[in-house]
């Protein structure tokens, strides 16, 4: 189930606020001008679909995404438990880092931890299957995908050389949950 959790960025150990119900998250998130959809499959798909039939039955929403924020390519990424890279892959984006451009993910299938550091707060993001979030360019987050990770997301990219991490060397999102087992842990 996806879920929001709003902690002080002193207290890791303390939520402000934990919910699952999306509308709620999506108006939070709304606040620090972080997007977060629902998206409905036009047709039936299964994660091993091809990459055009998964992006053909969202083809209605990724055409608005495109047209709304000027993205200039959209691709599929599927990563699975057992990939020979997931260690290095998990680790590449622990870190709090930002990016000159917005990260915009859809998950088709699986779950991913975002964790986003704005305002003094810090909103920690489990999205599940159906769900849209846009992150700002420049706002400060992580993203955690588990030591098992397994997900199917469509991105969204406007610079073909934009998609660097900037690390700002912070260690807070060592201090905060990460996505251990599949699950995050629980409020
Ligand atoms: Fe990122």
Redesign the pocket.
């Known amino acids: 189930m996806s879920r929001l959790r709003i902690f002080d960025e002193t207290d890791p150990a303390t939520p402000l606020l934990s919910t699952s119900d999306r509308g709620e998250m999506a108006a939070e998130l709304a606040g620090i001008d972080v997007a977060f959809e629902q998206w409905d499959a036009s047709r039936p798909i299964v994660p091993g679909d091809p990459h055009d039939v998964i992006l053909d039955a969202y083809r209605a929403d990724v055409d608005r995404l495109v047209e709304a924020h000027g993205f200039r390519t959209v691709d599929v990424v599927s990563i699975a438990p057992d990939h020979p890279d997931r260690e290095a892959m998990r680790r590449k984006?622990l870190d709090e880092?930002?990016?000159q451009e917005d990260?915009v993910r859809f998950f088709v299938a699986g779950s991913g931890l975002f964790t986003l550091h704005a305002g003094g707060k810090v909103f920690e993001v489990l999205c599940e299957s159906g769900d849209l979030i846009a992150?700002p360019d420049r706002m400060t987050?992580?993203?955690d995908m588990g030591p098992e990770p397994s997900f199917v997301a469509i991105r969204f990219f406007t610079e073909p050389d934009g998609w660097v991490?900037h690390f700002t060397g912070s260690d807070i999102a060592q201090k905060f949950p990460r996505y251990e087992t599949g699950q995050a842990l629980p409020a």
Request: without cysteine.
């Open positions: 984006f880092h930002f990016h990260e992150v987050h992580w993203f991490g």
